[in-house]
């Protein structure tokens, strides 16, 4: 009797829908399955409860997040733009100069 295949996270689609789309299924999968970061307490209690809320299981902390991970690279760029810092560097105001031009 030979061994079965241990096949992932992928294993319902068998041969169809192309290795490309197989491989992105089993990354994004994999990604939402895992414990994510609580942003409140620290810990690695926080799973999905729907599209886009995560709830940590520790603290109770609800909160709004991308649809398969907690944090999205476009939500991580505007946090970063509220706070002011865009790239590592500071937004402040041009200071205005003395001189007029005539």
Known sequence: MGKT???????GLG??????????????TAG???????PQCGFLR?????VGIW????CNYTFAGGAY?????????AKR???GTVAGEITAPVPATDKETD
Do not use: D, F, Q
Not at 5 to 11: E, I, L, N, T
Not at 32 to 38: E, Q, V
Not at 69 to 77: C, D, E, H, Q
């Open 32 to 38: 939402l399955k895992k414990a994510h970061r609580c």
């Open 55 to 58: 709830k940590c299981k520790k």
């Open 69 to 77: 991970t907690p944090s999205t690279k476009l939500g991580v760029v």
């Open 5 to 11: 295949k241990k096949v992932g996270p992928s294993r």
């Open 46 to 50: 926080v799973k999905r409860e729907s």
């Open 15 to 28: 041969a169809r829908y192309g290795s490309t789309v197989r491989k992105r299924y089993v990354r994004v």
């Open 81 to 83: 733009a509220a706070k």
